[in-house]
């Protein structure tokens, strides 16, 4: 049985009900944009809020319907003509996948996503829900994805709604400009909610919400139809990969605002059992919420009790207030949506990314457009790989700078007066740090053009190379038969036990090619080489003057 840490009960309580206040209108707004209806929002801003707070690895994280998540709902509610049971099965397996990822600590991979292509994706994300509440704000039905949203647009612009415009304007107003004092008795989007409902109240022919369903939910088991399968496999794999990625960013938020440091296997497992719950008891899917974190956290919640009261408070309200919510026109709920997506947008990174670097900022724009014009894991692949490919060239290129020939004079003063007595015919080349991939292409390139014309020995020096992937052994494999295609001795010194293991592996360095321990021991050899190719060069010439004579 876990314990609950009752340390900070007070502080837990008022988080707790903070957060759940604040969570309530945005729960109701998600359910609407999912697709699936008000109640599914609630019912899994409960399932996730109370299930990953208790058994998650972020003690202050409040988790639920998340913008990116409903992205995904959107299109996947879109793609199966509105099929609920499908839609809770793919939550259902998404949570299972969380479960998965959670014991095979995927967590640890998901914070190696660069900042760039998390930025792209939360602006695009943003930028996403913004755009699907244009239409409702005009006071027309939001058609399904990006695109036909879009298309919608001219039609709608055509022909506008004015009373829902303002209604929607003024609820994001209240959201956006509502004063941090009244803030802390009432939250900007719950503001917006009651006072955009009660003015709606005195007009006409303004769309709402309508009936709502009261009480417990009713479960909702996994249905498996063959010709959708894998278009339900493939969503669920989505909305767990982003519920992930949201879930562990805002761990890292609550992290650098309480000092503490998560468990991302303990809140990936917490994260799924929520989702897995949601799932069947027809709620939407959810995630770590950045916002509810933050104000749990800011009124006093520290511990897993406040998110399992944020949860407990959402409940009391299903169960008690559902008729109330009949009334809450979708204007409304679309300008705290567009409120929504302006939070998500990355401003911060925005204003600054022109002072930075410029292939940083493409490649948060290429994922931004991806993101909203392809989709999400699209756009996070091909972001990934193109950050993974620059990291490479950039370190390639560090590696190569690192090869150079070690100048006339060494650091150890014995080494020195052997590299002298070499007279130049000695070659010292030095490789620093880890040698990869991505600098073996230029590797024997670059070793041919600083070779001098009259050098005998060459010696590769792996002192400071902590490690070797095969395709630098080749490149070294190259280097080796250069040196005895040209007759030159080739030498490796002071490789480490791992380097060596990859050079012997694949032969890199032939038959003829010695290895030594120390630099110092293959400088020795060095000048012995050279001392016997002189003594073999004079007894030839005294050779040839005897013939001659």
């Not at 015919?425 to 620093?432: D, P, R």
């Not at 095969?470 to 040209?486: G, K, P, Q, Y």
């Not at 490789?495 to 003829?512: F, R, T």
Request: include cysteine; glycine fraction near 12%.
């Amino acid at each position: 049985m876990m314990k609950l840490d009752l340390s900070n009960l007070r502080g837990d309580i008022t988080g707790g009900v903070t957060a759940g206040v604040v969570a309530l209108p945005l729960a109701l707004a998600l359910g609407v944009a999912s697709g699936l209806g008000p109640m599914a929002g609630l019912y899994g801003a409960i399932a996730v809020g109370f299930f990953a707070a208790l058994f998650g690895g972020t003690p202050s994280q409040i988790s639920g319907p998340t913008g990116p998540m409903v992205v995904v709902l959107a299109g996947l509610f879109a793609s199966l003509s509105g099929d609920a049971s499908l839609i809770f099965t793919a939550v259902m397996l998404a949570g299972l996948f969380q479960i998965l990822f959670g014991f095979l600590g995927i967590g640890q991979y998901i914070r190696l996503v660069p900042y760039p292509v998390i930025s792209g994706f939360m602006t695009g994300i943003g930028a996403i829900i913004i755009i699907l509440q244009l239409s409702p704000l005009l006071g027309h039905d939001s058609p399904s994805g990006t695109i036909g949203a879009l298309s919608y647009l001219p039609t709608a612009l055509s022909n506008i709604d004015y009373a829902t415009l303002g209604l929607g304007i003024g609820s994001l107003i209240i959201a956006l400009k509502w004063p941090p004092a009244l803030g802390k008795y009432i939250p900007g989007p719950l503001a917006a909610l009651i006072i955009g409902t009660l003015v709606a109240l005195t007009m006409s022919n303004i769309p709402v919400l309508g009936d709502i369903p009261t009480g417990l939910p009713s479960l909702h088991m996994p249905v498996f139809e063959q010709s959708m399968f894998w278009l339900v496999l493939e969503a669920a794999f989505i909305l767990a990969l982003l519920g992930a990625i949201d879930s562990l960013l805002t761990s890292l938020v609550a992290d650098n605002m309480t000092r503490t440091r998560h468990d991302s296997k303990k809140e990936l497992i917490g994260q799924g059992i929520g989702n897995t719950v949601a799932g069947l008891i027809g709620g939407i899917a959810g995630a770590g919420a950045t916002m509810r974190t933050v104000v749990n956290i800011r009124s006093g919640g520290k511990q897993r009790l406040s998110g399992m009261i944020h949860a407990l408070v959402l409940l009391a309200v299903v169960l008690g207030l559902s008729p109330l919510a009949a009334n809450i026109p979708h204007a409304v709920l679309a300008g705290i949506l567009v409120k929504v997506g302006l939070d998500i947008i990355d401003w911060s990174y925005i204003k600054r990314a022109h002072q930075g670097p410029r292939w940083d900022f493409a490649l948060m724009v290429l994922v931004l457009g991806l993101t909203v014009f392809v989709d999400l894991i699209t756009a996070v692949g091909v972001g990934v790989v193109l950050a993974a490919l620059a990291y490479v060239r950039q370190v390639a290129h560090l590696q190569i700078e690192e090869l150079k020939k070690i100048p006339e004079t060494l650091n150890d003063p014995e080494e020195n007066a052997l590299l002298a007595k070499a007279k130049g015919k000695v070659n010292i080349f030095s490789f620093g740090g880890p040698l990869s991939f991505g600098a073996a292409a230029d590797l024997g390139h670059h070793v041919r053009e600083k070779v001098k014309p009259g050098s005998q020995v060459l010696i590769l020096d792996f002192a400071r190379v902590p490690a070797m992937d095969v395709s630098a052994a080749m490149a070294v494999e190259n280097v080796t038969a250069d040196a005895i295609a040209a007759g030159r001795t080739l030498f490796i010194c002071a490789a480490s036990k791992e380097v060596q293991q990859v050079l012997d592996g694949i032969n890199a360095h032939q038959s003829g090619v010695q290895v030594f321990e120390t630099r110092h021991q293959a400088l020795h050899k060095a000048l012995e080489v050279i001392d016997s190719k002189k003594s073999d060069k004079a007894s030839a010439v005294s050779g040839e003057m005897a013939q001659a004579s």
